[in-house]
């Protein structure tokens, strides 16, 4: 495993970090399964582990805290908030209300008196910079929280976030973690270059595209990842989007072939190779699973190797576009964008 910090932190992370999304309902994940997973995350070298409130509905909170109980200290815990929990409608977003309630319901449920890093799920446009940034800094110097970052912002409000911490004097984002794979390139245009400039930490989300880069989605196989059951048009290969998907993953494939390397080592080790990028998070269910990924943790790859995958998706472009989870408001709601 190799070991990078975090922005300008000094806290180390290791490059691969346990993503706890599939704990519970989401991914049929069982207690001792879930346990399972730490136990041989910790043992591979993780020592991150990112979690959220809602994922499914607050029980993957509560597996990872079990899972770690008498070992907080040996690792990073993160966890996220912003995302609706239940039907009351203050019950989301980023307003102080929200997020000093919700930081406490995460304690609870992960069974900790603080997290290393909590992160704001989603961008709120109902709520200003300036009111997201002072809760979040006061939770901070009450000790609940050591840092805080983002998720799947666009770049201009990064920019603006930080802007916005320094001319309000309080403290600021230290991480984003957006979205980012071989299939998905978008953010090497404007994301990565902001994160680097304000020296940020970056964990990247769905470096496997969602099951597409895991080596289980073949030309000629039937597609049966756990995703695909409830996702079925991210999957359908009639699809324009998922033609070219997968065209592009046949030719990643025989650049893995060639290299000898899986495609999930392929694919994580594009991702760890861009130099703004501080950790990849995977998401196993199964022990089967991250042993595979566990296998990308030393990948580096060459320059060879490197081209040809941009040949093949080349630097900034997203061959699912309409995917993206940062879009701003106005594109897609109507009402937003007319007088």
């Known amino acids: 495993m190799q070991y990078r910090t975090l922005g300008r932190t000094g806290v180390q992370v290791s490059t691969l970090a346990l993503g706890a999304m599939n704990f519970g309902r989401i991914g049929r ?200 059951a409830f996702m079925p048009e991210r999957f359908d290969t009639a699809l324009p989007a998922n033609r070219a998907r997968l065209d592009a993953v046949e030719r990643l494939a025989k650049v893995a072939d060639e290299a000898g390397l899986t495609l999930i080592q392929l694919a994580l080790g594009f991702v760890t190779a861009h130099p703004a990028v501080t950790s990849a998070l995977v998401g196993p269910r199964t022990l089967d699973h991250l042993h595979a990924q566990l296998a990308a943790a030393d990948t580096v790859l060459s320059a060879d190797v490197l081209d040809a995958i941009d040949a093949i998706v080349a630097p900034g472009v997203d061959l699912a576009a309409h995917e993206k989870h940062d879009t701003p408001p106005a594109l897609l709601d109507p009402a937003l964008r007319r007088r």
């Open 29 to 228: 994940t069982t207690q001792d399964e879930a346990t399972a997973l730490v136990d041989a995350a910790l043992e591979g070298g993780i020592n991150v582990i990112d979690t959220a409130d809602m994922y499914s509905d607050g029980a993957s909170e509560e597996m990872v805290g079990k899972a770690i109980a008498g070992r907080r200290d040996d690792l990073v815990l993160a966890t996220k908030a912003s995302m609706p929990m239940g039907e009351e409608r203050n019950h989301q977003g980023a307003s102080r209300r929200w997020l000093v309630t919700a930081l406490d319901n995460s304690l609870r449920r992960l069974g900790v008196d603080h997290v290393d890093l909590y992160q704001i799920h989603r961008w709120d446009p109902r709520t200003s910079d300036e009111e997201t940034l002072s809760a979040l800094t006061d939770l901070q110097r009450a000790g609940k929280i050591r840092y805080f970052g983002s998720s799947t912002f666009p770049a201009h409000r990064i920019v603006q976030a930080q802007w916005a911490a320094r001319e309000h004097h309080l403290s600021r984002y230290v991480t984003e973690q957006p979205s980012y794979s071989i299939l998905q390139r978008g953010i090497e245009a404007h994301v990565l270059p902001v994160t680097q400039e304000y020296g940020m930490g970056v964990l990247v989300w769905s470096p496997l595209a969602s099951g597409w880069l895991s080596g289980a989605i073949r030309e000629g196989r039937e597609i049966t990842t756990h995703r695909s």
